[in-house]
């Protein structure tokens, strides 16, 4: 897995090209400035880790983490525990950042190379999270669905 350098939240579409792919995502959220643009590294801060095999690609589940932030609407599981601790958009979107890796291929297609680049996909975001757990011991907080709350079920 090799992932991008991390974008601020607001800068998370200046991912470019490769967001129109499936793939995982990696959010992150720390007050510290200067981790925009800089490489990619596990951190503690690490709040969630995601994946999609989307036709909408990184890009489309991302905007639905956000729209579930800010928004009543919820579409994204993950987003709706994130929201519950910080319920103020722009303080999250102020301190947040997401790095991606993402796999080149045709998510419309039944081609067996096309299906297992997707099963793929899905193993990369249990090797992240394992990844983060042999690091820190635990997993990245709203990874933990037992030990978080959802926002839409507060209200």
């Not at 400035?33 to 801060?45: L, Q, R, V, Y």
Request: aromatic residues 12%.
């Amino acid at each position: 897995m090799e992932f991008s350098n991390w974008k601020s939240w607001p800068n998370r579409n200046h991912l470019g090209k490769v967001l129109k792919y499936p793939g995982i995502y990696v959010v992150r959220y720390s007050p510290h400035n200067g981790i925009e643009d800089s490489p990619f590294e596990w951190a503690k801060d690490i709040i969630y880790v995601g994946m999609t095999n989307s036709i909408a690609g990184l890009k489309g589940r991302l905007s639905q983490f956000n729209d579930t932030m800010r928004t009543a609407r919820v579409t994204h599981g993950g987003a709706d525990r994130v929201r519950f601790k910080h319920q103020n958009y722009p303080a999250f979107a102020a301190s947040a950042y997401v790095a991606v890796c993402h796999m080149v291929c045709d998510v419309e297609s039944n081609k067996p190379e096309d299906l297992r680049k997707m099963g793929k996909v899905a193993e990369w975001e249990y090797l992240a999270m394992a990844a983060y757990v042999e690091k820190f011991g635990r997993l990245p907080e709203f990874n933990d669905k037992k030990g978080t709350k959802k926002f839409s079920k507060s209200t």
